[in-house]
């Protein structure tokens, strides 16, 4: 866990830091490994990365996008780890902060609710000053967006350009991506038009919050 400067975000942090709320409190099966929560909040970033819930890797190394969807995370948004990793600029509050499990068929297993119905309100109030938040997959996008999601993820990134206006209009620009994660490699090449024109855009607006 990594928090910006200010007593009221770094007190937050450790509570969260302390949570068990998915063993002692499920909502649900518990949760079926000690818990590791993950989340870097920041007093001065105005940039979030609004994901989903920390997959094997990270629970190892408890480090956000220390995995091959953080290699093309950073590509997309044309930047290296050190800027990634500096919670000065950049925020990284997935929607569940620990490793929710796997499923039958081996993959992972929805962002645990706790997190959603105990945290992200106050997170999200505790950081006042960001303006953009890159929302990443459909949980994120049903909280973050509210209104401006549409009927699926895929949906709903068509319509980036729309949404990100929508948004900034209402104070914090948000825009709405597929997750970076390997298995959509086939997404990819049936949607060329994200690369063509939602990444150089992606990139701008990145390059604007952390400059400006």
């Not at 997959?55 to 290296?80: K, N």
């Not at 050190?82 to 993959?107: E, L, N």
């Not at 890159?134 to 401006?148: D, E, K």
């Amino acid at each position: 866990m990594t928090a910006g400067s200010g007593p009221w975000l770094d007190g937050l942090a450790r509570e969260i830091a302390a949570c068990r709320a998915c063993v002692s409190a499920p909502v649900g099966r518990p949760l079926p490994h000690e818990p590791r929560p993950v989340c870097v909040m920041s007093s001065t970033a105005r940039i979030a990365i609004c994901g989903q819930a920390p997959g094997t890797r990270v629970h190892a190394s408890g480090r956000p996008f220390t995995d091959p969807s953080g290699d093309r995370l950073r590509e997309w948004m044309g930047i290296g780890e050190d800027i990634f990793y500096d919670a000065r600029q950049i925020a990284i509050v997935p929607m569940g902060f620990c490793f929710p499990g796997v499923d039958d068929k081996g993959g992972d297993l929805p962002p645990r609710r706790e997190c959603r119905r105990i945290w992200h309100d106050r997170v999200f109030a505790a950081m006042p000053q960001l303006r953009l938040k890159l929302v990443i997959g459909s949980y994120a996008q049903a909280y973050h967006l509210g209104p401006h999601r549409r009927g699926s993820v895929r949906e709903t990134v068509a319509a980036w350009r729309e949404i990100l206006e929508a948004t900034r209009a209402e104070g914090v620009a948000a825009l709405a991506l597929p997750h970076p994660s390997w298995r959509n490699n086939a997404w990819l090449k049936r949607n060329p038009w994200f690369e063509e024109a939602c990444l150089p855009v992606l990139r701008a607006e990145v390059t604007r919050f952390l400059e400006g």
